[in-house]
């Protein structure tokens, strides 16, 4: 520690003081992960026949990826397995993704942009309490001709 000059010292005192918060997920940040998830609509597109049953599918069937072909302009996409992409992310890897990504289309990324850090974090807690099962998706084809 000693070596640390005054600036680092501060920010590794900050890191730990943060720590607790990101790595063990509590109650509560749970409880709110489940909320921005099931209030930012991600199971429409990531759980397999959540729409069509207007939300009456069992958690245990959540987010484990639509295998319904979705036709965009660009090619067919499917709504990612989140629980096997959480599973492989760190928290800082997934703020960067919820930042700066920008799937295709009908992800509405311009929305997980404006998420703030904490309710991200608890997504991701949420996300990552939910067992990493199910395969993951098919690969996006390009419209042919693209
Ligand atoms: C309107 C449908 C729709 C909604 C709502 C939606 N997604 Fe998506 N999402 C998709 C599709 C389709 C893809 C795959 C896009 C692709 O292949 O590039 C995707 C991709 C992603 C990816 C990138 C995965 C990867 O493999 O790179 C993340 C992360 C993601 N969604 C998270 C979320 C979260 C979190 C929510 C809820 C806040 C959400 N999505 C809501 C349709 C949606």
Do not use: K
């Not at 920010?11 to 997920?25: N, R």
């Not at 759980?47 to 958690?59: F, H, I, L």
């Not at 319904?68 to 067919?76: A, H, K, L, V």
């Not at 397995?81 to 760190?90: C, E, P």
């Amino acid at each position: 520690m000693h070596l640390l000059n005054p600036r680092l010292r501060r920010l590794s005192a900050l890191l730990l003081l943060t720590l607790p918060a990101w790595a063990g997920a509590s109650p509560g940040q749970l409880e709110r992960g489940r909320y921005m998830v099931v209030t930012g609509q991600c199971n429409n597109c990531h759980t397999a026949g959540y729409s069509a049953a207007q939300g009456r599918v069992p958690e245990s069937l959540w987010l484990l990826g639509d295998l319904r072909p979705r036709r965009e302009p660009e090619g067919t996409v499917y709504g990612t397995n989140l629980r096997h992409f959480m599973a492989q992310l760190t928290l800082e890897q997934w703020l960067l993704v919820a930042r700066r990504g920008q799937p295709r289309a009908p992800m509405p990324w311009w929305n997980l942009r404006q998420t703030s850090d904490e309710d991200l974090a608890a997504m991701y807690a949420y996300i990552r309490s939910l067992q990493p099962i199910g395969e993951p998706m098919p690969a996006f084809q390009p419209a042919p001709g693209r």
